[in-house]
């Protein structure tokens, strides 16, 4: 089964090539331009990851992945534009990578895979402990 990727970027050139280049990758994408959409598809479509463009102007993309944060525990890995974004606080909000740009498609898409692989390893220890507090 194909992970479904969740692209929130407002850029719809920048948006389209992400998109045609990680379905390359085997990725089933996902795209919402802004936070209302993007949280209505969280909801609807269960995305197994959030891919997100940390924004600065009309919306920012640190508030999404609250508001994301606050219904579902996903993966997220932020596109930022500099360094000192991508180093103290995607960590504070829980954001699983931080890719700068420019970045090439193929390194993207195996940040993608190892984040979505370390919250399936993640996943069997917490349902183990869940089963057990309740045992």
Known sequence: MKAIILLVEKDLELAELLT??????GFEMLGAQNPEAALALVGNRSPDLVLIDGLKD?????????????????PVVLLTAGV??????????????CVAKPFLLSA????????????????PLVRSAMLLSFS
């Open 20 to 25: 045609l280049g990680l379905q390359r990758y």
């Open 58 to 74: 009309a919306w920012d993309g640190f508030d999404v992945i609250k508001a994301i944060r606050k219904r579902v525990a996903l």
């Open 84 to 97: 000192q974004e991508g180093i103290v606080l995607p960590q504070q909000l829980g954001v699983d990578d």
């Open 108 to 123: 993207l898409a195996a940040r993608i895979a190892a984040a979505l692989e370390s919250r399936r390893q993640e996943a």
